[in-house]
C-alpha cells in the first residue's frame, strides 16, 4: 500500500485517471535499469526517482567530467571526479529517499548484462555508442523486456521502445542493423544540453508510461527531433522477420 507520506508526495501524478492509485503502486513496485548516467540518463533518472518508480539500477562506468556538466544535469560542480554512479546515488537519495537504488559502477559484460537485465521489469538505453546499444537490445530480447531507447547528437534526438513481447514489435537491430552515424561522440560532434534533456524526458515518460500501464507507448514508431526548427516527426518501423537478434524470439 502507499503511506500517507506517499500519498502526497506523488498526488499531482495520483491525480490523473490514467495513473491513479493502482498505477502510483505498479510504479512501487516497480524496477528499471539505466544503462549510461550522462546526458540522457541525468533527466531520466531524475524523473523516474522522482516518480516513485521503486527500484532503479544505475549502470555507468564513467567518471564526472567537467564537460559533462553543460548538459548531465543529474551532477554537479563537486561531483567533478567522482564516478557517475556515486554521483547519481547522493543527488537521488536526496530527491526521493523512498526509491532503493543499485549501483552497478563496473562495465556490464555480457553475463552481467543478461543479470542486471532480467533482474528489471523495464530498461533504458542512455549509452552514447552503438557497441553498448546492440548489447542492451540483445539482452532485452534474451530476457523479453522492454528497452527505451533514445539518442541525440549535434541538434537531432531520436526515441523508440522496442517491447518484443509484443508479436510487431521491432527491436533495435531491425531498425539499425549493423551500425549507426559514424560512431559520432558528442566530445566529436557537439550537442546541446536541452536536447538530451528533452530526449531523456521523453525516455522516463515512455518507462513511466510502460510502468504504470497507460496511454500508447512508442513501439513500433520512431520520433525524430530537430532542435533546430522545434519540429518532430515519426515514422513506422517494421520487424525484420529475418532479424538475427528477435526472430528466433518471435518464431
Do not use: W
Amino acid at each position: 500500500m502507499l503511506s500517507d507520506q506517499e500519498l502526497l508526495r506523488y498526488s499531482r501524478q495520483v491525480l490523473l485517471s490514467q495513473v491513479d492509485i493502482a498505477g502510483q503502486l505498479r510504479l512501487k513496485q516497480s524496477k528499471a535499469l539505466l544503462v549510461g548516467l550522462g546526458g540522457l540518463g541525468s533527466p531520466a533518472a531524475l524523473y523516474l526517482a522522482a516518480a516513485g518508480v521503486g527500484e532503479l539500477h544505475l549502470a555507468d562506468f564513467d567518471s564526472v567530467d567537467l564537460t559533462n556538466l553543460q548538459r548531465q544535469v543529474l551532477h554537479d560542480s563537486a561531483s567533478v571526479g567522482l564516478s557517475k554512479v556515486d554521483s547519481a546515488l547522493q543527488r537521488l537519495r536526496a530527491l526521493n529517499p523512498e526509491v532503493r537504488l543499485v549501483a552497478h559502477r563496473e562495465a556490464l559484460d555480457a553475463e552481467r548484462l543478461a543479470a542486471a537485465v532480467a533482474g528489471v521489469d523495464v530498461v533504458l538505453d542512455c549509452s552514447d555508442n552503438f557497441t553498448t546499444r546492440e548489447a542492451v537490445n540483445a539482452a532485452c530480447v534474451a530476457a523479453g523486456k522492454p528497452l527505451v531507447s533514445g539518442a541525440a547528437i549535434r541538434l537531432e534526438g531520436q526515441l523508440s521502445v522496442f517491447d518484443t513481447r509484443r508479436p510487431d514489435s521491432p527491436c533495435y537491430h531491425c531498425l539499425y542493423g549493423h551500425g549507426s552515424e559514424a560512431e559520432l561522440t558528442c566530445s566529436e560532434a557537439g550537442v546541446l544540453g536541452p536536447l538530451v534533456g528533452l530526449v531523456g524526458s521523453l525516455q522516463a515518460l515512455e518507462t513511466l508510461k510502460l510502468l504504470a500501464e497507460f496511454g500508447e507507448p512508442l513501439v513500433g514508431r520512431l520520433l525524430l527531433i530537430d532542435a533546430l526548427t522545434t519540429r518532430m516527426r515519426e515514422l513506422r518501423v517494421k520487424r525484420d522477420p529475418a532479424c538475427p537478434v528477435c526472430a528466433t524470439r518471435h518464431g
